[in-house]
Structures are given as C-alpha cells and as structure tokens.
C-alpha cells in the first residue's frame, strides 16, 4: 500500500517567496495532519482536518501561514511570505477518524529558506 | 505539554532485548499509550499502542502497568537498525475528532555491535 506521499521532498527558496508543500493522505483516511520539526522546538502540529474540514489550527505560527484540504485525496501547506525562520521539516500524517487508528507519517519535506 | 517521562537516552547491545520505560501519571481511562520511532531523516513510524492490556505484534511488545501510569516498549531483539529517536505518546480517541500527537523529546536508543 502507498503511503502518505509528500511532495517536494526538499525545497530551497529565499525569504519572500511563497512555498506550497503538497501531501496525499492514504485512501481511506478521513483526518490529515501537518506537523513541523525543528532541533530547537522538537515535533510540533501546525492544524489537522477531519473529513477536510480544518478542526484546530492553533498551531499555525502566524497569518504567513494557510492550509487547506479541497478533497479527500489532496492537502497543502502554503507559506507566503517566507522568512529563515520557517526552515524546518514539515510532516504530513493521515488516519481513519476511529478510536485506537494510529497516525500514518510522510517522509516530510524539509525546507530551507535562505 | 507531553504527559510522558522518558530516559532521554538508551545503550543496547545488538541482539539482545531493549526495554524502554515511559511515564505517564496523569493518564485518562479514554487515553491510549502509542508508541513511535522516527530514524534519522525519516517521518516518525508508528510501531504499537495499548490501552489497558500488553500487546504484541511483529516489531515489539508494549507492557503497560495495572494502574496505566508507565509502560515499557520491548524490542526483543534489537538490530543495529533499530537506532532511532522513540515517542511514547498518550493520546485522547474519545469521540469524532481525533486527538492530535503530542511529541516529547523521546528516547535515543543506541543499538551498538
């Protein structure tokens, strides 16, 4: 079975532009996940939707930041402005919204903003 | 805040068992214990998770304690593979809207030849 899919797996931009990270979830999977990892502040959750519907975006560092969930099959992360600070590695992980379901995870996308 | 305690490191020697403890005192009765593995680069792997009994599958067994307030991860016979950082992590399934993860630091397990 395909796993959760990330795209790109690496991206290098500058500060100012805007970064789109892509995921697929598995099929099946009605709750989606995007998490960041950084040495200083370990794994963080940015938002998670259920059923594409976005249920807790208290993560989300600041208004640079959206995420949406047009369909079942597809999520993005966009970062408009983005600044240094936002280098990191972005985690998207998918489950069936059931009690005990384990979070499947990507294998990220690290970025790097110079 | 995580709600677990783990060692932040771990020595194993290769092929024998590693027994990884974690702490959870203030667990709930709708709260289930996962365990996860994230080896360098890589996205965390879900490795097991229990609520109240012990469980066991193809990658390790998971000892939870009577009271629910610790538990220990078991790998039976560790490889040098088996390197990796490892999350216990408490997480509410009560209802429609799962709980999110809330990573700690975890535990550096260092399996050594």
New interface residues.
């Given amino acids: 079975d395909a796993g959760v899919i990330q795209s790109p797996r690496h991206e290098v931009t500058e500060m100012g532009q805007e970064v789109t990270l892509r995921c697929k979830p598995i099929s099946g999977h009605n709750s989606l996940f995007w998490y960041r990892q950084t040495m200083m502040r370990g794994l963080e959750l940015l938002i998670y939707f259920n059923n594409n519907v976005p249920i807790d975006d208290s993560g989300m560092p600041e208004d640079r930041f959206s995420a949406k969930m047009p369909n079942a099959s597809f999520s993005t992360l966009k970062i408009q402005p983005s600044e240094p600070r936002d280098s990191a590695v972005y985690f998207c992980a998918s489950t069936r919204d059931r009690a005990g379901s384990p979070l499947h995870f990507g294998n990220g996308t690290r970025l790097t903003v110079t | 805040d995580a709600k677990t305690t783990q060692p932040p490191s771990m020595d194993c020697a290769e092929g024998r068992a590693a027994n990884l403890p974690c702490n959870h005192s203030t667990i709930s009765g709708n709260e289930?214990v996962?365990w996860y593995r994230q080896i360098h680069?890589?996205?965390?792997?879900?490795i097991i998770?229990g609520?109240k009994n012990n469980e066991t599958n193809e990658m390790a067994s998971l000892i939870i304690t009577e009271d629910r307030k610790s538990s220990t991860l078991i790998l039976p016979h560790a490889t040098l593979r088996d390197t990796a950082v490892y999350y216990c992590i408490v997480r509410d399934?009560?209802g429609?809207?799962?709980g999110?993860?809330?990573?700690?630091?975890g535990t550096k397990l260092s399996v050594k030849p």
């Fill in positions: 289930y996962y680069s890589q996205g965390p792997q879900y998770h609520l399934n009560y429609g809207s799962q999110n993860l809330i990573f700690g630091k």
